[in-house]
């Protein structure tokens, strides 16, 4: 089932990976569900069930001329989670943009079947800079955003990709094929879902949320992101989450979840019972075995 319908008729691509227990991966901006396939093939491997679906105007999805507000974008998770079967005993793990889809819907969908959720570089609660949100993102820079990719977009991706990597004039924590990966996946999106998108995470305020989440969390987030700063959002979402989990990873850009692969899969699969070294011995007792 590559594709399912939402309750306006929008097409979503879905990759269903594996059985067990699932764990449906919510995309960052601007990319798509292949961003997480590192992650989707461990927990697959590990025996959980990986969904991964790509966001309206995303991607292999439809791109419908509205519909890039964050109840909608909660309500398409939710369709996601109906129409996959996987609305029971389910944990949502959101990148960057996708940290809003998981918030919004433990409020406006109560939490309906989840029983665990992670928040990884994630907007919540709040990214603009306000007089209450001192440390946020000033409107100026998310202007600059939105002015930018109006401007020339094939230019901009180029170097906002070097920022959300940590790519420095000398060293790089990912290969210059990585960006351009980044760059031509990117490019699968439309423009307007793009803006849309960019002007919901920069100013939606996710604080109001923040009580809705009952259910273990974990919030892990690099304390060199520029894209999305820790003080506003990470740290302040650990706050205001009873019993959240912070594993500050020190000195990691924006896209951990590839720059840091292999700690950061091992966190995830940790916090959800079942780490890489489990994994592993499981692997070598099967081999004896056989």
């Known amino acids: ?16 990976w594996g059985s067990g227990r699932p764990v449906v991966l919510i995309h960052g901006w601007p990319l798509s569900a292949d961003s997480w396939d590192a992650q989707a093939m461990a927990l697959a491997e590990a025996g959980f069930r990986a969904i991964a679906y790509d966001r309206r105007g995303f991607g292999r999805s439809g791109q419908p001329w509205s519909g890039y507000d964050y109840d909608t974008l909660s309500d398409d998770l939710a369709d996601v989670l109906k129409e996959t079967g996987a609305d029971s005993d389910a944990t949502l793990v959101g990148f960057s943009m996708g940290g809003g889809e998981v918030a919004r819907y433990m409020s406006r969908h109560e939490g309906k079947g989840v029983i665990a959720a992670g928040l990884i570089s994630s907007v919540v609660p709040y990214m603009l800079k306000t007089e209450d949100n001192p440390n946020g993102v000033p409107e100026e820079t998310l202007q600059g955003i939105t002015d930018g990719i109006k401007k020339d977009r094939f230019g901009f991706w180029t170097s906002f990709f070097k920022d959300f990597f ?23 999106a439309g423009l307007k879902p793009i803006l849309q998108c960019a002007a919901s995470f920069g100013h939606t305020d996710f604080r109001g949320d923040l009580p809705a989440f009952r259910v273990p969390t974990l919030v892990v987030h690099g304390t060199a992101d520029k894209t999305v700063p820790i003080d506003a959002t ?9 019993g959240a989990q912070l594993v500050e990873y020190d000195g990691a850009p924006h896209g951990l979840t590839i720059t840091e692969s292999d700690r950061f899969t091992n966190d995830l699969l940790t916090f959800l019972g079942r780490g890489r070294d489990d994994v592993r011995s499981d692997r070598e007792a099967q081999l004896i075995t056989d």
């Open 1 to 16: 089932m590559p594709y399912i319908k939402t309750r306006d008729g929008t097409d979503l691509y879905v990759k269903d």
């Open 166 to 188: 940590g790519v420095g004039m000398i060293s790089s924590p990912v290969s210059e094929e990585a960006v351009q990966w980044a760059w031509r996946t990117t490019m699968q």
């Open 234 to 242: 990470g740290r302040e979402a650990a706050k205001g989450i009873s």
